[in-house]
């Protein structure tokens, strides 16, 4: 993944060209006609979610920054 060598992200990313974990987490959005809609999910090497924020529109996305701001502070208090 460039974007995740260009971000430094410490953990793993997931493209989902077959829509299996968006079907699983609920990421598909009525404004789109059904089509997956982008989200972004922090889930704990146990599976739980820790955090979610699906982006129906493109004025809602989310800078990879503020995810990894995310991330860390999900870290800090152990919960990834």
Same mark, same amino acid.
């Given at each position: 993944?460039?974007?995740?060598?260009?971000?430094?992200?410490?953990? #793993?990313?997931?493209?989902? #060209?077959?829509?299996?974990?968006?079907?699983?987490?609920?990421?598909?959005?009525?404004?789109?006609?059904?089509?997956?809609?982008?989200?972004?999910?922090?889930?704990?090497?146990?599976?739980?979610?820790?955090?979610?924020?699906?982006?129906?529109?493109?004025?809602?996305?989310?800078?990879?920054?503020?995810?990894?701001?995310?991330?860390?502070?999900?870290?800090?208090?152990?919960?990834?």
């Amino acid at each position: 993944h460039r974007f995740k060598q260009a971000k430094s992200l410490p953990f #793993p990313l997931l493209a989902d #060209p077959d829509h299996k974990a968006i079907d699983l987490y609920c990421g598909r959005s009525l404004l789109a006609g059904m089509r997956s809609s982008r989200a972004n999910y922090i889930i704990s090497k146990d599976g739980i979610v820790r955090y979610a924020h699906d982006e129906l529109v493109a004025i809602t996305y989310r800078k990879a920054d503020d995810l990894l701001e995310r991330a860390k502070g999900l870290k800090k208090q152990g919960l990834i």
